[in-house]
Structures are given as structure tokens and as C-alpha cells.
């Protein structure tokens, strides 16, 4: 059997990551972790750290399950790398829970920059905006962590 092409490894790697997601988010997250992540300290370092953990073994699981049912060939190394990256984008995202709407030079950076890009006023004036922006960087980062899971 030849090996499948870089776009149905890359589809097969965005299809677990994102199954994944989903669970690792909402499924296998603590509330705890969920409630705390965005606190300052130490205190919210430690429960987004876990989470991430969980997140990421989660899709660590899901890659390896279709790796393997689909064959894919994956490159341990790039597959590290991918998960790697979904892992760590997804704690700089999650960082930022409950902070969405700050102004000011304390807000986390990826706050100031949505704001910076025109977010400020959707972000004030919706209440679901900032779980949608949320979710719209955790799926942008997994299609580009799978890419490069996928890659040669």
C-alpha cells in the first residue's frame, strides 16, 4: 500500500485534532481548571498547565488512533511538533480566559491584539464573543498544528 498523499494526511490529522478538541475542551477539562485558568499567579498557571496537559493528550490520543486506522505515516517528530504546538497555543489562548474584554497595558497580549484589529467593540458588546473569538484561535491553531503534524 503507498503511503496517502500530504492533503489526506493533513485532513486525517485535522479531522483527530479537532474530534479532539472538542473532547479535551469540553469533555475531559476539570471545571476547576476551567473556572481558574485565567486567574493571575501561580493559581492560574497551574490549572491552565493542567489543562493543557489533558488537552493535549487528548489529541495526542486522537492522532495516534488515526495513524494508525488510516495508515497515515505519520513522522513521530512531526507529530510531536504538531502536538506540541496545539498544546502550547492553546495555553497562550486560554490564558487569556476572562480577560477578553480588558483594556490597558496589563491585558494579555493576544487581548491587546484583538483589540488592536477592531475586536474591542464586539468583544464589550456581545457576551458570547468572547468564547466565539476563543474558539475561532483554538480551531485557526489546530488546522496549522495538524498541517504540521501532517507534514514531511
Known sequence: MSAPSAAARAAAAYAAF???HEIGDYLVQRDTDAADKGKPGREGR???ARHCLSYTATQG??????NKLFAMRLRPSRAIAGLALSGLTHYAVDRC???WTETGSDAPALVRA???IGKEKWLTRDPQAPALLDQALHKGLVA??????AGR
Open 114 to 116: 484583538a483589540h488592536a
Open 61 to 66: 490520543l486522537a492522532l495516534y488512533a488515526a
Open 97 to 99: 480566559a476572562k480577560h
Open 18 to 20: 479537532t474530534a479532539a
Open 46 to 48: 497551574a490549572a491552565c
Open 144 to 149: 496549522v498544528a495538524a498541517a504540521v503534524a
